[in-house]
């Protein structure tokens, strides 16, 4: 990330809006200045090389298990729910080791940077081997993580996740049990030590990880622990990283945790202290009035997952009485039966219309800052075309059947990741006229097919 590189875009979409004929420039992985009004020519003879269409800034994956991947198209014969389809994952879970998962996780994160995105976070629990022995290594598969995101170009948020107990019922918490064992560390204590061993400068420098905190989920983690979690994260080294949290994803939880607790997952979160401008709540979707107030007096953030929640027949979470409380919005990819970042903005608003009957509950530029909310993953320093920060940029295609003839201010309505031209992650080249350096010569797609067929079928 030294060195200085120059790009000139017909269209680039800046802080204040659409702009024409913008050069960008970017010395040792920053924007180092930003000039608006260059025409082609002269930005080619300033030695600028040229990207097509409309430039965006990077985007963020805030919520990401990479090793669901594999379940993409292999979990839709027998329809069911989310908890039928929690045994197919649980089965993957279990066949995945470290060098598996570093080969899947390069191409999940391979695919996450061909559709734009630059930095993702990453909610880690699979963290042991079958049973829950520990490896030689105990972060062994977080490192395989670290490892993977590196190969693909992305910036990595290990949101190492505390998993403790099978579940939730009125009598209490259930042990964790079958693969299950893979995700615990036997108590909060003995997750802080291991956590604790990872560091931000690990496997590739302060530039490239970032290492933050998550409560799987209060069916995963019992009260006592809830408050020492998001405190860990608060006090990590060199300041608070992010605390994530699955929250009310189904009304099940909801039914659980009130009965165990006499407090909605929400309302147990706060009562321990857990919400803060640092926490993320994923997928809100079954809230009530009271917990929109709490999440949005306390400024934090719910990060949607579109793709993923209607897959699995989540619901459609309350976006706009979020936001109009004051709490923030990401999105994520979660398990990636899609992996579309600008599918996930577009669906922010639309399923707000199928909820609602009303068009224009978000506006592009609003469904763009939910896309690019590179601060609630722990870099604060990304996510917008402004001198000073990471030199991250994503140019989409205007010429392609989908977004001929779109405003360039409104691409997220139009587009999908198949008009992703080229991305760039702190001032390196990752992905050029839509394919990824690492395709060298044999395109992803295959790599991806043999990974997830093997762990499918076995050797």
């Given at each position: 990330m030294t060195g200085e590189r120059k790009w000139h875009a017909e269209w680039a979409l800046l802080p204040d809006g659409p702009a024409r004929d913008v050069v960008l420039d970017v010395v040792g992985g920053r924007f180092a200045a930003i000039t608006v009004g260059v025409p082609a020519v002269q930005a080619a003879a300033d030695g600028a090389e040229r990207l097509p269409g409309v430039v965006l800034p990077g985007l963020a994956n805030c919520h990401s298990h990479a090793f669901h991947r594999a379940l993409r198209g292999r979990t839709h014969s027998g329809g069911g729910t989310f908890w039928t389809w929690r045994e197919g994952m649980y089965a993957i879970a279990n066949r995945l080791d470290p060098d598996s998962y570093l080969q899947l996780a390069r191409a999940t994160y391979a695919e996450m940077a061909l559709a734009g995105i630059t930095a993702v976070g990453e909610f880690h629990y699979l963290h042991h081997q079958p049973g829950g022995t520990p490896y030689d290594d105990p972060n062994a598969m977080g490192h395989a993580l670290v490892e993977a995101a590196r190969d693909a170009g992305i910036r990595l948020t290990l949101l190492d996740t505390c998993y403790l107990a099978g579940g939730l019922t009125a009598d209490g918490h259930t042990e964790l049990a079958g693969p299950q064992l893979r995700f615990g560390d036997g108590g909060v204590d003995g997750w802080a030590t291991r956590v604790s061993e990872l560091t931000d400068h690990a496997a590739g420098g302060p530039g490239h990880l970032r290492v933050g905190a998550a409560i799987h989920s209060v069916r995963g983690v019992p009260r006592e622990a809830l408050g020492r979690v998001a405190e860990f994260g608060r006090?990590?080294?060199?300041?608070?990283?992010?605390?994530?949290?699955?929250?009310?994803?189904?009304?099940?939880?909801?039914?659980?945790?009130?009965?165990?607790?006499?407090?909605?997952?929400?309302?147990?979160?706060?009562?321990?202290g857990a919400l803060s401008p640092e926490f993320s709540a994923v997928h809100a979707t079954h809230l009530t009035g009271a917990d929109i107030a709490l999440l949005g007096d306390s400024r934090s953030t719910a990060c949607f997952c579109p793709t993923t929640e209607r897959d699995l027949a989540d619901g459609i979470g309350p976006a706009r009485a979020l936001v109009d409380a004051g709490a923030r919005l990401s999105l994520g990819s979660d398990q990636h039966a899609v992996i579309d970042l600008i599918e996930e903005a577009r669906a922010l608003e639309m399923h707000e219309r199928l909820d609602t009957l009303e068009r224009g509950r978000f506006t592009p530029?609003?469904?763009?800052?939910?896309?690019?909310?590179?601060?609630?993953?722990?870099?604060?320093?990304?996510?917008?075309?402004?001198?000073?920060?990471?030199?991250?940029?994503?140019?989409?295609?205007?010429?392609?059947?989908?977004?001929?003839?779109a405003d360039p201010g409104q691409v997220l309505l139009a587009a999908t990741a198949a008009d992703v031209d080229t991305v760039v992650v702190d001032g390196e080249v990752v992905v050029t006229e839509g394919r990824h350096r690492l395709e060298d010569g044999r395109r992803l797609g295959p790599r991806m097919a043999e990974v997830i067929d093997l762990l499918w079928t076995g050797p």
């Open positions: 006090t990590r080294p060199g300041g608070a990283a992010p605390v994530h949290a699955h929250v009310s994803e189904q009304p099940a939880e909801n039914e659980a945790c009130l009965a165990a607790y006499g407090l909605t997952p929400t309302g147990l979160l706060a009562a321990e530029d609003q469904l763009l800052v939910a896309a690019t909310a590179h601060d609630t993953i722990g870099w604060p320093d990304a996510g917008r075309l402004e001198v000073g920060a990471r030199g991250d940029l994503v140019a989409v295609r205007l010429d392609s059947p989908r977004t001929a003839g």
